[in-house]
């Protein structure tokens, strides 16, 4: 990008969820109460399972890797929206919007690809069992980890590299409160409609071939758990994987709903007010539903209060 295109971009105006003055106090109120949520219950679950012998399994490794995921898929986004209601001061810089819109993006895809691990050891667990520590031994656990990392990396860092070879000349406001892809590229006037669609077709192709995997995975599950004779084993089989299902439900349930609020209503808070559910009160739920619905996390828990 050149110099002149750079000088025009020095800075974006966030609209946010609301222009109501009235509401900005009750809007950083809430936000911040709920962004603690996120935090503290992640950090339990990860604290959880590092201290507790009995969680020292492949389907805790990956619920602390995605937990930690989550605290820093929240953190990107709620912590300049709760600068922003407190100072009134709605802008941010070209250099941090880029920023906050591929750490969104690489969070985002990383949570997509732990949920789709998760799915796998459910599977192998439910359908493989007794071969279950031979395959889902560390080192694969590590493996499938550091290959979900490497993978979000080189698809963050092709975005990035399209993202700077766009130029702006129209009012460079979001109608949201935070830097979103879609958002950008509606804001670009450079005439790259081939690269544009490439960015827009990366994170969709990622996001399908993870949920396909996921489906895949379950499909296996519940033929598994149909062959199961008595009534009890196939509730303690479909226990074990009740909480991720919920999870993944959850998750992709606000994510498609945001990309149809968006699609749906170009430039509008609305969109804004959808991306509330995905980006901010799921990361917050996870740790309520794998605390509620799982027996190990509750036992846990107790063992620490007691």
Not at 38 to 63: A, K
Not at 69 to 92: E, G, R, W
Not at 103 to 126: E, P, Q
């Amino acid at each position: 990008m050149d110099a002149k295109n750079y000088t025009q971009i020095s800075q974006f105006l966030l609209l946010g969820i609301s222009d109501d003055p009235k509401m900005q106090p009750v809007l950083f109120g809430l936000f911040l109460a709920m962004y603690l949520v996120t935090v503290l219950g992640n950090l339990l679950i990860i604290l959880l399972t590092i201290s507790d012998s009995h969680l020292h399994t492949p389907m805790y490794f990956f619920l602390s890797n995605l937990s930690l995921v989550d605290i820093c898929f929240s953190s990107t986004t709620v912590p300049k929206m709760l600068v922003n209601l407190q100072s009134q001061c709605k802008f941010i810089t070209y250099k941090n919007c880029i920023t906050q819109m591929l750490s969104f993006i690489f969070f985002s895809g990383l949570d997509i690809f732990l949920l789709t691990i998760m799915a796998y050891d459910r599977y192998v667990a439910i359908c493989k069992p007794l071969h279950y520590t031979v395959v889902m031994n560390p080192r694969l656990c590590v493996l499938m980890v550091l290959v979900s990392w490497t993978v979000n990396i080189l698809h963050v860092s092709s975005q990035g590299f399209m993202v700077l070879q766009l130029s702006f000349c129209a009012e460079l406001k979001f109608y949201h409160f935070f830097c979103e892809l879609n958002q950008l590229l509606q804001l670009a006037c450079s005439d790259s409609f081939l690269q544009v669609l490439v960015m827009y077709l990366l994170p969709v192709l990622l996001a399908a071939g993870s949920l396909i995997a996921i489906l895949c995975s379950y499909s296996e599950i519940l033929s598994c758990i149909h062959a199961i004779s008595s009534v009890q084993g196939k509730y303690k089989a479909f226990s074990t994987c009740a909480s991720h299902l919920t999870v993944v439900s959850l998750f992709y349930c606000t994510g498609i709903g945001l990309y149809l609020s968006s699609v749906a209503t170009e430039n509008s808070q609305s969109t804004a007010r959808a991306s509330v559910l995905y980006s901010v009160v799921t990361p917050m739920l996870n740790p309520f539903i794998y605390c509620l619905r799982n027996k190990d996390i509750k036992s846990a828990v107790k063992k620490v209060l007691t």
